[in-house]
T-cell receptor, first 111, second 114 residues
Framework: DQQVKQNSPSLSVQEGRISILNCDYTNSMFDYFLWYKKYPAEGPTFLISISSIKDKNEDGRFTVFLNKSAKHLSLHIVPSQPGDSAVYFCAASAYDYKLSFGAGTTVTVRA | DAGVTQSPTHLIKTRGQHVTLRCSPISGHKSVSWYQQVLGQGPQFIFQYYEKEERGRGNFPDRFSARQFPNYSSELNVNALLLGDSALYLC?????????????FGDGTRLSIL
């Protein structure tokens, strides 16, 4: 049962423009949400997280938005850079250590 | 500071064999979790250990087992290997039992079953 869904398998964006990645979840007990970036042959790298008590968290070029009523979160990357080309995973946990991941979105930043 | 380190990086086994994968967490981290990632999917939770005790287990058969040592390093063991066990096995660590902390991943062990 896939509790975290990333419905867009891929995203192509022009360098300097905004990248918006979306994630939906079904488990209302999720209280902590994270985004990871993964390059080939490397493990996932933590990008940014948000607690369920907040609706926005910002760290440099990365902003995560959480809409609890819609069970939806998004990651905005502004401006997009060539080094941002990677697979991005949305993950969530429900008061424990078990992270549930989406299937990932492959981002390609075009020069 | 060194991140999460996993060994070996690649491994080839045949059906029916067993395998042991190893993980060293970030220095000072006491919690270790294991995940399996098959091609085209996100990582799937297998185990979580904290202070040498199992704190969580995912939906994996009993062929999968793990343990954590006094220095907080961990081993994942898989017995009676099946073709479907071919995957990237990821280890992640975090400092404590605080659930609102990110887990940090190693680069994984790529296991291929022939």
């Amino acid at each position: 049962d896939q509790q975290v869904k990333q419905n867009s398998p891929s995203l192509s964006v022009q360098e300097g423009r905004i990248s918006i990645l979306n994630c939906d979840y079904t488990n209302s007990m999720f209280d902590y949400f994270l985004w990871y970036k993964k390059y080939p042959a490397e493990g996932p790298t933590f990008l940014i997280s948000i607690s369920s008590i907040k609706d926005k968290n910002e760290d440099g070029r990365f902003t995560v938005f959480l809409n609890k009523s819609a069970k939806h979160l998004s990651l905005h990357i502004v401006p997009s850079q060539p080094g941002d080309s990677a697979v991005y995973f949305c993950a969530a946990s429900a008061y424990d250590y078990k992270l549930s991941f989406g299937a990932g979105t492959t981002v390609t930043v075009r020069a | 500071d060194a991140g999460v380190t996993q060994s070996p990086t690649h491994l080839i086994k045949t059906r029916g064999q067993h395998v042991t994968l190893r993980c060293s967490p970030i220095s000072g981290h006491k919690s270790v979790s294991w995940y399996q990632q098959v091609l085209g999917q996100g990582p799937q939770f297998i185990f979580q250990y904290y202070e040498k005790e199992e704190r969580g287990r995912g939906n994996f058969p009993d062929r999968f087992s793990a343990r954590q040592f006094p220095n907080y390093s961990s081993e994942l063991n898989v017995n009676a290997l099946l073709l479907g066990d071919s995957a990237l096995y990821l280890c992640a660590s975090s400092p404590s039992r605080d659930t609102n902390q990110p887990q940090h991943f190693g680069d994984g062990t790529r296991l291929s079953i022939l």
